[in-house]
């Protein structure tokens, strides 16, 4: 989407990976900031990469602001540049039942440094949370569609889809 | 853990989608270019445009002018290599660039050979001005193809042809039965097994960016439409009389570029593009599209 418009005729929004300078800076050269925080109010949007960074309430780099849908304070890059950019297996659980493990790209990703007691961490990488929910807004620190990964997006826009009682590592064996 | 793997350096390629990568040769430009929307700068000592005028050969930028760069912007910083120089792509990997373009714009190294780019961790971009051509260097391990253009011109004309020519070359394979690929990949001079992956993408199998050229809003609304997934600009902005603002009016046009009206409000109230060369005053030997191989 890139007009307030555009929020009209959908019914959720993953807000993608790509420069989150870039993502606050056109938000609001195109007036879109009020709508998008008005349209996560009762929507579910989740945010990938540079989309983490714009869901968080707090991020100490004054070329960004956030959307502020989820009570944490991210840091940009923290895991350094390309170079060290890689893909990691990182354990996720969903509940105390169902934990999985899965080939996870982080492309010059972002760290979440503290976050408020009504946030859920669904998956962490070296002790840091790389996965965290609170309600209808999902924050990831990477990339589920470059290793294929649609658990996430089931969580948040799939009610039926029951991610939480299924069996997981039969739907996912890596 | 992987690092380097082909899968991380295309997922940065993807990331920078439908944005736009100025070219910037010292830490104030690179600002302007960060303020303006820019997803990424391409650090060089000077602009094609400049070296086109000034002659003599053209190498990597100096580390420290690099560093400088880095220092200012946390958007992904780009720089340069000769064609073939793998000693100068070992040093920008050290400095820790974040993508390599080994680029036809600086003095090519090496007449026969580009650089064996799967021994990196960091990705690289190529230029190309036809589909045998892109595939190669992908073959060579390139995690984004752009188009050459002729860099440096100001003038639209061979970005256009380029992009053209992969996209019309892209649409024939596709078309093509198993039995026929063989000889399409001898024809294109590009490895059958990525002939094949063309043919069942109907796409490149990395980003496919234009550059060459690009001099205005609607230069980078043209390229948006005709394919390219992001543009380059290299002389457009620095070499025009209000920087800052072209700057911010190409990165508004390659966002909406299929809204002709903003395009139309993004080209309005802007000084003057960079003047520019028509093709026939670039002799043949002096066009840098022609290097690489």
Redesign the interface.
Known sequence: M?VPLDLESVDGLVIP???S??LS??ID??DLRQPLINFGKDHPVMGT??GLIMMAKDVP?E?VNPLGFLNICVD??AY??????????VKYHFNSNTEIEFAT?L??APKISEMGDDIQVIGEFKGSPVAVISGHHLGLSF?PE?DDIDLFHQILFDPSSNVYTKNLNQIYAT | MSKGTFEVKVGLAEMLKGGVIMDVTNAEQAKIAEDAGACAVMALERIPADIRKDGGISRMSDPDMIRGIQAQVSIPVMAKCRIGHFAEAQVLETLEIDFIDESEVLTPADEHNHIWKHDYKAPFVCGCRNLGEALRRIAEGAAMIRTKGEAGSGNIVEAVRHMRTVMTEIKRVTRLGQDELVAEAKNLGAPLSLVQQVAKLGKLPVPNFAAGGIATPADASLMMQLGAESVFVGSGIFKSDDPSNRAKAVVEATTHYKDAKRVAAASSGLKKAMKGLDMSEIPIEERLQERGW
């Open positions: 890139k990976g790509g420069e300078t870039t800076l056109l050269s195109f990469c540079a780099d070329r940009r890059n350094g540049r390309q170079i060290e950019s890689s893909t990691e297996m790209t492309i010059r990339h470059l």
